[in-house]
């Protein structure tokens, strides 16, 4: 946990006798800290073990233009803390078996401690997403997205895993909001192997009441209102009313979502899931969109290769 004076850097908002909007919690500068902690972990192994570097490998299918930018985030955040970062791009003809074969190369490699595989895969010929993520060493699944380290992770054994990053991210901006997890009710609005699953993980077994949501959840506006931690990752645009919300509740969003918008160069504008303006009349805190939890889950990312690789040093 960051210290309090850390803390008023990233928390931006008023608490008066009287609260008239939430806090807002800046995912920028909470990863802009965790960054330049990682970048002195980076700096101490390097010094301790004669330039050793944290390694990690981007392994993409095709030439999405989406994956293009978010790799180019990845290595360019691995780059300032000194993870010494490598981007392979199979061609879109790759088959399964090329990029299996990619796989256990680099499950091989020791100078390699974390590997990613970029998703979707985009390749003209079939893949089977989850072979091919579970495929990935567990000891280098950065990610924390195969069957192995998700098994560990929904079994409380959190320090023998690696979590995933956007729910780490999640967790990380609410324990910088200094509201305790222990004995809330969070409710968790989706199900995916990426966020919502194992933010129920996350949250359970930090000892949260844990009710997750999905598209057969008959009463959502009034599950919403229990919530003291709501976390939302449904990929609907603003499907979050502010008026569902309990009043002071810490809201994390972590939607990504694009609108119409005519007064933007580009013709649309990003939005949450949550409805913004009017959840911000009701949480006690919030996180934007963008610039809350998108910064989080890279460094998150940059945390468990910085974490493998003191992994590795320590079984050397």
Same mark, same amino acid.
């Given at each position: 946990?960051?210290?309090?004076?850390?803390?008023?850097?990233?928390?931006?908002?008023?608490?008066?006798?009287?609260?008239?909007?939430?806090?807002?919690?800046?995912?920028?500068?909470?990863?802009?800290?965790?960054?330049?902690?990682?970048?002195?972990?980076?700096?101490?192994?390097?010094?301790?073990?004669?330039?050793?570097?944290?390694?990690?490998?981007?392994?993409?299918?095709?030439?999405?233009?989406?994956?293009?930018?978010?790799?180019?985030?990845?290595?360019?955040?691995?780059?300032?803390?000194?993870?010494?970062?490598?981007?392979?791009?199979?061609?879109?003809?790759?088959?399964?078996?090329?990029?299996?074969?990619?796989?256990?190369?680099?499950?091989?490699?020791?100078?390699?401690?974390?590997?990613?595989?970029?998703?979707?895969?985009?390749?003209?010929?079939?893949?089977?997403?989850?072979?091919?993520?579970?495929?990935?060493?567990?000891?280098?699944?950065?990610?924390?997205?195969?069957?192995?380290?998700?098994?560990?992770?929904?079994?409380?054994?959190?320090?023998?895993?690696? +979590?995933? *990053?956007?729910? !780490?991210?999640?967790?990380?901006?609410?324990?910088?909001? =200094?509201?305790? $997890? #222990? @004995?809330?009710?969070?409710?968790?609005?989706?199900?995916?192997?990426?966020?919502?699953?194992?933010?129920?993980?996350?949250?359970?077994?930090?000892?949260?009441?844990?009710?997750?949501?999905?598209?057969?959840?008959?009463?959502?506006?009034?599950?919403?209102?229990?919530?003291?931690?709501?976390?939302?990752?449904?990929?609907?645009?603003?499907?979050?009313?502010?008026?569902?919300?309990?009043?002071?509740?810490?809201? +994390?969003? *972590?939607?990504? !979502?694009?609108?119409?918008?005519?007064?933007?160069?580009? =013709?649309?504008? $990003? #939005? @949450?899931?949550?409805?913004?303006?009017?959840?911000?009349?009701?949480?006690?805190?919030?996180?934007?969109?963008?610039?809350?939890?998108?910064?989080?889950?890279?460094?998150?990312?940059?945390?468990?290769?910085?974490?493998?690789?003191?992994?590795?040093?320590?079984?050397?």
């Amino acid at each position: 946990m960051l210290s309090s004076v850390a803390r008023s850097l990233w928390v931006s908002g008023c608490h008066g006798s009287r609260r008239s909007m939430a806090t807002i919690i800046s995912g920028n500068k909470t990863s802009k800290l965790v960054r330049e902690k990682l970048k002195e972990e980076v700096e101490k192994m390097k010094s301790r073990f004669s330039g050793f570097r944290p390694g990690l490998l981007v392994l993409q299918v095709g030439d999405r233009d989406d994956s293009n930018l978010y790799i180019s985030t990845k290595l360019k955040a691995a780059a300032e803390i000194g993870i010494d970062a490598t981007h392979v791009r199979l061609p879109s003809t790759a088959t399964q078996d090329e990029v299996l074969q990619s796989i256990m190369s680099v499950n091989e490699n020791p100078s390699v401690h974390g590997l990613i595989v970029q998703l979707p895969l985009d390749s003209v010929n079939p893949i089977n997403t989850e072979l091919v993520t579970n495929a990935v060493s567990p000891e280098k699944d950065v990610d924390g997205l195969s069957c192995i380290n998700a098994g560990k992770l929904s079994r409380g054994d959190l320090s023998d895993c690696f +979590i995933p *990053c956007t729910p !780490n991210g999640c967790m990380e901006l609410i324990r910088q909001t =200094g509201v305790s $997890v #222990v @004995g809330k009710h969070a409710v968790v609005i989706g199900r995916s192997k990426i966020v919502g699953a194992p933010m129920h993980d996350l949250l359970l077994w930090n000892h949260a009441t844990v009710t997750t949501c999905h598209s057969k959840t008959a009463d959502l506006p009034e599950q919403v209102g229990r919530a003291d931690i709501l976390v939302v990752g449904a990929g609907r645009a603003e499907m979050i009313r502010g008026e569902w919300v309990k009043e002071g509740a810490v809201v +994390i969003d *972590c939607g990504i !979502n694009y609108v119409p918008d005519e007064t933007k160069v580009s =013709g649309k504008r $990003v #939005v @949450g899931d949550v409805h913004y303006a009017s959840a911000n009349q009701r949480a006690g805190f919030l996180t934007p969109v963008p610039g809350g939890v998108g910064p989080m889950t890279v460094a998150m990312l940059m945390e468990n290769t910085v974490q493998s690789a003191q992994r590795f040093l320590l079984n050397k």
